[in-house]
Nanobody, 127 residues
Framework: QVQLVESGGGLVQAGGSLRLSCAAS????????TAWFRQAPGKEREFVAA????????TYADAVKGRFIISRDNAKKTGYLQMNSLKPEDSAVYYC????????????????????WGQGTQVTVSS
């Protein structure tokens, strides 16, 4: 049974930091690209960041570039999203996803290309 389980969400003040984790089981995590998406109330789910299976390449949405860092530990089957300088507009449910698409240096950003999804973790940034 494939599972992606997010953790690390919570309430933080603007300017603060959070680190999200995504623990995988039931899949060959090291073969899959991973990404984070988020969905705020009343809005569509949007891409945040992604990393290739090898960890050699990353890509970010413009809104988080320079503030968020995506990483992974294949030995632990865990992905991470370090979120710094958080803003109230970063408040959303954050989802971890994994994809069979992409290569060593390219990683998909489109939601439709992601095969496995977690349940999400809430991040709330107060002003």
């Amino acid at each position: 049974q494939v599972q992606l389980v997010e953790s690390g969400g919570g309430l933080v003040q603007a300017g603060g930091s959070l680190r999200l984790s995504c623990a995988a089981s039931g899949i060959y995590f090291s073969d899959l690209a991973t990404a984070w998406f988020r969905q705020a109330p009343g809005k569509e789910r949007e891409f945040v960041a992604a990393i290739t299976w090898s960890g050699d390449s990353t890509t970010y949405a413009d809104a988080v570039k320079g503030r968020f860092i995506i990483s992974r530990d294949n030995a632990k089957k865990t992905g991470y999203l370090q979120m710094n300088s958080l803003k109230p507009e970063d408040s959303a449910v954050y989802y971890c996803a994994a994809s069979n698409s992409g290569g060593r240096y390219s990683v998909p950003r489109a939601e439709v290309l992601y095969d496995f999804w977690g349940q999400g973790t809430q991040v709330t940034v107060s002003s």
